[in-house]
């Protein structure tokens, strides 16, 4: 059972880890678009042709729709991810249930165990008790 243990928590721990690793991938690519936004803008700033506002903001339009398109990419493999850890997690809760239903069981045992035992000592006092009296009526009669 203490290997049983040890693999949920290392599980945590590596969940964890992805999602770190998943939520600085993110930041990064939002500090990627706002760089390349900035960059756009201050470019536009350069030059205050009406026109060139214009396609800037066809740029930035455009520059959207990719990074939205991305996203849309990136959803199904995110939904596949997802229902991933959540079969893992409905199986560790059955494993889980399964140790507790077998740990519910061995204390039960253990208790009836327990009880036998306090009858046998009991028993075995009483017989004892038995045993020494018959010796001293044995003696007695001698």
């Given at each position: 059972t203490t290997g049983k243990a040890s693999i949920p928590t290392s599980l945590t721990k590596q969940e964890q880890q992805v999602n770190k690793l998943d939520k600085l991938t993110h930041q990064l690519e939002m500090l990627t678009n706002e760089r390349n936004e900035l960059q756009g803008i201050l470019a536009n700033y350069?030059?205050?042709?009406?026109?060139?506002?214009?396609?800037?903001?066809l740029e930035l339009l455009n520059m959207e729709h990719q990074k939205v398109?991305?996203?849309?990419?990136?959803?199904?493999k995110e939904i596949n991810e997802a229902l991933?850890?959540?079969?893992?997690?409905?199986?560790?809760?059955?494993?889980?249930?399964?140790?507790?239903?077998?740990?519910?069981?061995?204390?039960?045992?253990v208790r009836v165990l327990r009880e036998e035992n306090r009858k046998l000592r009991r028993e075995q006092i009483s017989l004892q008790e038995s045993s020494e009296e018959m010796k001293m009526l044995c003696g007695e009669a001698h």
């Open positions: 350069t030059n205050k042709d009406l026109n060139n506002r214009l396609n800037f903001e398109m991305l996203d849309l990419q990136k959803l199904p991933q850890k959540c079969k893992q997690l409905t199986e560790e809760t059955v494993s889980c249930r399964q140790l507790l239903n077998e740990w519910t069981q061995l204390k039960e045992k």
